[in-house]
């Protein structure tokens, strides 16, 4: 089970963290990622981290505005972002991957959480 948090109304140019909380003993063992679903777009990949933390790759779109890290122990992913603009205004889901590397495509995912709302709007 995945479940998101942190989502919120926001101002362009602030900064928010998500977190997704996971249970079950596979947490530590597979890729996760970041998804978004803006109204009338299809879900589109945000960011993805590989099993250990090691790699991590984004969208174009969010590069040197946001950060994907894992706390395994905790069984914790987050995303931080920075710098948020109108654009980013989506439902934020995070998802839990079938493989150990990074995953940047939808169907590499088997798990995903119910999402979290952020809305950047001055």
Known sequence: ?????????????DSLRLSCAASGRTFGSYGMGWFR???????E???AINWSGSNT??????????????????????LQMNSLKPEDTAVYYCALSTGVVVATTAYEYAYWGQGTQVTVSS
């Not at 089970?1 to 140019?13: A, H, K, N, R, Y």
């Not at 679903?37 to 879900?43: F, I, L, S, V």
């Not at 790759?57 to 987050?78: E, M």
């Open 37 to 43: 679903q803006a109204p009338g777009k299809e879900r």
């Open 57 to 78: 790759d984004y969208a174009d779109s969010v590069k040197g505005r946001f950060t994907i890290s894992r706390d395994n122990a905790k069984k914790l992913l987050y």
């Open 45 to 47: 990949f945000v960011a």
């Open 1 to 13: 089970q995945l479940v998101e948090s942190g989502g919120g109304l926001v101002q362009p140019g």
